[in-house]
């Protein structure tokens, strides 16, 4: 589905992922509250990972929020 859509390779390749990781959960049982909140919430943070977390430092990024508070939300 996702080679269908004409969207980046490197979008496509995060959602991808993402998609993998969530199927884990699932196989293992867990439960997901909603599967398609839960995928977007993985895809967008796999891109935040991967295009900005080493370019942009947290203290600029966030106005000074640490970054421990940031990633535990």
């Known amino acids: 589905m996702?080679?269908?859509c004409n969207?980046?390779?490197r979008t496509s390749q995060q959602i991808?992922?993402?998609s993998k990781e969530l199927?884990?959960?699932i196989r293992r049982g867990n439960e997901l509250s909603?599967?398609?909140v839960q995928l977007m919430?993985?895809?967008?943070?796999?891109?935040?990972?991967?295009e900005f977390e080493e370019r942009v430092p947290m203290a600029q990024h966030y106005k000074g929020v640490s970054q421990q508070l940031?990633?535990?939300?």
């Open 7 to 9: 969207i980046p390779k």
């Open 23 to 25: 199927l884990y959960d």
């Open 34 to 36: 909603n599967t398609n």
């Open 70 to 73: 940031c990633t535990n939300c």
């Open 2 to 4: 996702v080679a269908q």
């Open 16 to 18: 991808i992922e993402a």
């Open 41 to 50: 919430e993985r895809t967008l943070r796999r891109m935040y990972t991967a």
